[in-house]
């Protein structure tokens, strides 16, 4: 074979070979030519367009791929979208039950936001709060699983505040326990919501409410004079040591009669939910504080909070219910070590707690658990020292320490009982309505699966 031979062998090899590819184009051209000049007389008019067509392919594809590009990056970034749910509560004397109630809502999605009642909602459709706004914007917003608050909610969800929720904040889904919630005409508080698709259920929190707390309390505060209390000081003494427990029992009273026995059962799992599951750093700086923190309030988070500012780690300590009781009277505390707790717990300015730790914070204590600050806040509870009993802070000092700091707010667990007492006969009326609608719920309460 020639030389000239050998050449076009080895473009025919070489499909890629540019020379190839503009032979290919004429010959294409010089087709398409031919035929668009004898299409009419061989009826094949179409062809043209055909050929057309084939040109344009590349175009075509081009044009496909840029579409499921598109669709590919829709997809992308319907899958990196955050989930908002959004969950609303009167928060009124804020305990476990709610936090837990929190904790199962920021499951069901990647941010939680929260709505908090007005203090008018809440007198209108249950009865006086007892806490104000304020207090109770600090507490939900001082619960870990929280990611944003809206305040002055509405108690019942309307459908121009359900479409603000929807598409001002963005919120995919709405939660609520599976206890009914029912306004005072008998209707469901979400029917909205759950017509709309919108609605997620969780499972309620079993032995406590906010109605059986201030049960509790109006269960020590029974034939009380107003008048007896007003100091802090006498206040404390006439509840811790009020009633005898055979008088609780007192079937006549309204109140005795109708408060549910907390029926709380700790478990390991609920507290491993509730614990942040990290110990801190080596180098850290740790911070301990203790107490009772029983009816845990806005004036114990914020002084957690000032405590939390002076370390890296903030451990807490937790007294037990006999410790609590040995210095503050009989009926002291309100809400039991395992209950008080699951609320520090929750509060993100926490790390770690002791449950059931000591009155005395020894040096081998200190040395433990290499605690760097011991401090104590300056609105506190009047603890009555036993005989002979030393100064727990004593180790401390020595050390050089310990400091206290200043509380933001002057509150105290007795400042919620003094506002049930001089309030007594409202709170009283609004428990004995609540009170039907929780045995209502206790008597055809079903098993709800997860929590």
């Known amino acids: 074979m020639g030389g000239r031979g050998r050449e076009w062998q080895q473009l025919g090899e070489g499909q890629g070979h540019p020379m190839v590819k503009l032979l290919g184009v004429m010959a294409v051209a010089a087709a398409v030519l031919l035929v668009s000049q004898y299409s009419g007389l061989l009826g094949l008019s179409l062809l043209p367009d055909l050929v057309s067509d084939i040109f344009r392919g590349g175009g075509k594809e081009k044009k496909q791929q840029q579409q499921q590009q598109q669709m590919t990056k829709k997809k992308k970034k319907k899958k990196n979208k955050k989930v908002r749910v959004y969950m609303d509560g009167c928060f009124d004397m804020m305990h476990y039950g709610h936090a837990n109630a929190l904790r199962q809502a920021r499951g069901l999605g990647d941010e939680l936001v929260v709505g908090v009642v007005s203090d008018e909602e809440i007198k209108a459709n249950k009865g006086p709060p007892v806490m104000s706004m304020d207090e109770r914007v600090v507490m939900v917003s001082s619960v870990k699983w929280v990611d944003e608050v809206i305040t002055d909610a509405p108690y ?36 909205l919501a759950k017509k709309a698709g919108r609605y997620k259920q969780i499972k309620r929190t079993e032995g406590v409410s906010s109605t059986d707390i201030v049960g509790r309390m109006l269960l020590c505060l029974r034939d009380r004079s107003v008048g007896d209390l007003q100091t802090q000081e006498s206040l404390q003494r006439q509840f811790g040591h009020g009633h005898s427990h055979d008088h609780e029992s007192d079937s006549s009273s309204s109140a005795g009669a109708s408060t549910r026995i907390s029926q709380f059962l700790p478990t390991s799992r609920r507290i491993v939910q509730f614990s942040n599951g990290k110990g801190p750093r080596p180098d850290a700086r740790i911070v301990y504080m203790d107490g009772a923190f029983d009816l845990f309030h806005a004036g114990h988070v914020e002084t957690l909070k000032c405590a939390r500012e002076l370390g890296d780690f903030l451990l807490v300590g937790i007294h037990t219910d006999q410790t609590v009781s040995g210095h503050r009277g009989a009926h002291h505390p309100i809400m039991h070590l395992h209950e008080r707790s699951l609320s520090v717990l929750a509060c993100c300015y926490v790390d770690e707690v002791i449950i059931g730790a000591p009155w005395v914070v020894t040096k081998d204590m200190i040395t433990t658990f290499n605690i760097s600050l011991v401090v104590h806040g300056t609105c506190a509870e009047v603890n009555e020292q036993k005989n002979g009993e030393c100064d727990p802070y004593a180790a401390a000092k020595e050390m050089g320490i310990f400091t206290v700091i200043e509380s933001p707010r002057n509150m105290t667990t007795s400042t919620i009982i003094q506002r049930i007492l001089t309030n007594h006969e409202a709170y009283k009326k609004r428990n004995e309505k609540k009170v039907k609608s929780e045995k209502k719920y206790y008597e055809s309460k079903a098993f709800v699966n997860g929590d």
């Open 156 to 191: 019942a969800i309307n459908e121009e505040f359900m479409n603000k929720l929807f598409v001002e904040h963005n919120i995919d889904y709405i939660i609520h326990g599976d206890d009914p919630c029912l306004l005072p005409d008998g209707s469901d508080a979400y029917a």
